[in-house]
């Protein structure tokens, strides 16, 4: 990595993981230290997945981009001071498409290098839970050196898979997978060039498949993520109970990818019974709605913590809100803003989380310098540097501490119903209560199915 590529991935490192909770980080020993390397990654969330896969390797990575980001001239010095190598599409300006000869020479330039290149597939972000039909071009990039230098490249896909890709602080899974053998299709890619491209970007889409967590249509994503909800809390504590696991060492997107299998097992196998959970499932969420409640809250309706763990948390919820108050007052404006400002700028679903991003890149250093020089001037220097250093801690408590008090407000709004309502109340409860059994024996079934008969 040269200079300037290091403190960009510095920073890109640093608003990663202020932006999102957790980032998991599955096999990437499949990408070699040395030698040239073509990653293929599915696009769910624009720029920051690029700042993802750049920020978990210790390799630069120079990043297949379309030419339309260089027309600002500033922005394409940058670009190129990056490793950045345009691609024209057709969509941008048919007229240059053949420029695109450029790009694979400067793909050939940089993988004789030794260099680890990075393509996008798809040809643009999607917003579906799913691998688009990925175009030829990483194969004509792989083939294209592999005919030039055979049993040099190195091909892996990659699969970016996002829990909520608006959500702040939410968690990110990067996962990649074995690389993908190119020297079988060279033979063929000498007599008939055309069949081999076709091929091995077949073999390249499911490649990618494998290594995101997905299912086949959107709302069945959607029904995946309601079971996920209401269901996946029994399935973590079993795990827990019976392999002895801590919650540290379940892993959120395998146990998402499971049950993203199961829905779609029954999707194909039994259709009606998914159509009559989904109904169910809608019916409870209208449920929720109308007496604004969260599953969580009349999850834990009928369970009363120990004295002791309740007395804890009313203390803690009394020490810490000085500490909210103060949290939240310094930063509420960098906090909200961005998100403002993406929910009015972003034309797609893909773009929020990006512009979101790039906006707290701005708001934040901005308003803590206002603060900071406000203070200092106020009540001098050494107070505005204490100042200064309390404000990302104090964002993060007032962050939590919100959290953990949205949980208790929907606690207490539940056992208020509990009390007046009672009828209601009872209905939510058992309606959630139908809903977890008819899971259970789906789970029951599919892993009876998956077993089948012993012998």
Not at 40 to 50: T, W
Not at 69 to 88: E, M, Q, S
Not at 232 to 257: H, M, N, T
Request: positive net charge; charged residues 25%.
């Amino acid at each position: 990595m040269d200079a300037f590529y290091v403190v960009v991935r510095v920073i890109a490192r640093f608003w990663i993981w202020f932006f999102f909770e957790r980032v998991e980080v599955r096999h990437p020993e499949r990408v070699p230290r040395v030698g040239p390397v073509l990653l293929c990654i599915n696009h769910p969330n624009n720029l920051i997945d690029s700042l993802l896969v750049g920020s978990v390797l210790p390799r630069k990575v120079h990043y297949l981009a379309t030419a339309a980001l260089f027309r600002n001239p500033l922005i394409a010095r940058l670009l190129h001071a990056l490793g950045v190598i345009p691609v024209y599409r057709k969509g941008d300006d048919p007229a240059k498409m053949v420029r695109n000869m450029d790009m694979f020479a400067a793909c050939d330039q940089a993988l004789d290098r030794g260099r680890l290149v990075a393509i996008y597939p798809e040809g643009a972000t999607r917003a579906e839970a799913h691998v688009q039909r990925i175009k030829t071009g990483a194969a004509r990039i792989a083939l294209g050196y592999e005919a030039q230098a055979p049993g040099r490249l190195t091909v892996v896909p990659v699969g970016l898979s996002f829990e909520a890709r608006k959500r702040f602080r939410g968690r990110v899974l990067v996962s990649f997978g074995e690389p993908v053998a190119v020297s079988s299709y060279l033979a063929v890619y000498r007599q008939e060039p055309s069949k081999a491209l076709h091929t091995l970007t077949t073999a390249i889409q499911w490649a990618m498949e494998h290594e995101v967590v997905h299912v086949e249509r959107i709302d069945m994503a959607a029904l995946a993520r309601a079971v996920q909800e209401l269901y996946g809390g029994k399935l973590e504590r079993e795990l827990w109970e019976e392999r002895g696991l801590s919650g540290r060492q379940i892993d959120p997107f395998q146990l998402s990818g499971a049950i993203a299998d199961a829905t779609e097992h029954f999707r194909k196998q039994d259709p009606e019974r998914i159509e009559r959970l989904w109904q169910r499932i809608l019916g409870y969420r209208a449920l929720l709605a109308a007496y604004r409640l969260r599953n969580e809250a009349v999850r834990t309706g009928l369970k009363h913590a120990p004295a002791r763990r309740q007395v804890a948390r009313s203390r803690q919820a009394i020490v810490g809100l000085p500490l909210f108050v103060y949290g939240a007052a310094v930063n509420f404006l960098p906090y909200y803003l961005p998100g403002w400002l993406a929910g009015r700028m972003a034309r797609r679903e893909t773009d929020y989380a990006t512009i979101r991003l790039l906006t707290s890149i701005v708001a934040f250093p901005l308003f803590w310098a206002l603060e900071t020089s406000l203070v200092g001037w106020v009540a001098g220097l050494r107070w505005a540097l204490a100042f200064f250093l309390s404000l990302p801690l104090g964002g993060l408590i007032a962050y939590r501490y919100l959290v953990g008090t949205g949980r208790l407000r929907h606690q207490l709004r539940f056992g208020a119903l509990l009390l007046t309502r009672a009828q209601e109340a009872r209905r939510l409860l058992a309606e959630r209560h139908e809903i977890v059994e008819e899971l259970e024996r789906a789970k029951r079934d599919y892993l009876g199915r998956r077993e089948g008969p012993s012998v």
